[in-house]
Nanobody, 124 residues
Framework: QVQLVESGGGLVQPGGSLRLSCAAS????????MGWFRQAPGKEREFVAA????????YYADSVKGRFTISRDNAKNTVYLQMNSLKPEDTAVYYC?????????????????WGKGTLVTVSS
């Protein structure tokens, strides 16, 4: 069993930056694939970014490529999402997800474990 807790959300102006963190419990974190998803009001949950178990591979949605960076620190059981040049359309609840398959995963149904989310609001 893996428990995930997101943090770092908040209110930011357009063009600003935020860094989300996702702390994971469990000894096997370093073998898990990790991902970030988001869900805006009235919309379906969508893929944002993913990282393989080693951190050697990453993958991004086109809408965030070049602005967001996913990374992980296996010694700290934590995955990060650095978000730069934020836009109002980035406003959403951001969810962290984990799965033992280990390789890059970009569909929500591929992930076994989910956090409860953290709200990011981009507004002036």
């Amino acid at each position: 069993q893996v428990q995930l807790v997101e943090s770092g959300g908040g209110l930011v102006q357009p063009g600003g930056s935020l860094r989300l963190s996702c702390a994971a419990s469990g000894r096997t974190f370093s073998s898990y694939a990790m991902g970030w998803f988001r869900q805006a009001p009235g919309k379906e949950r969508e893929f944002v970014a993913a990282i393989s178990w080693s951190g050697g591979s990453t993958y991004y949605a086109d809408s965030v490529k070049g602005r967001f960076t996913i990374s992980r620190d296996n010694a700290k059981n934590t995955v990060y999402l650095q978000m730069n040049s934020l836009k109002p359309e980035d406003t959403a609840v951001y969810y962290c997800a984990a799965d033992p398959k280990g390789h890059i995963l970009s569909y929500y149904y591929d992930y076994r474990y989910w956090g409860k989310g953290t709200l990011v609001t981009v507004s002036s």
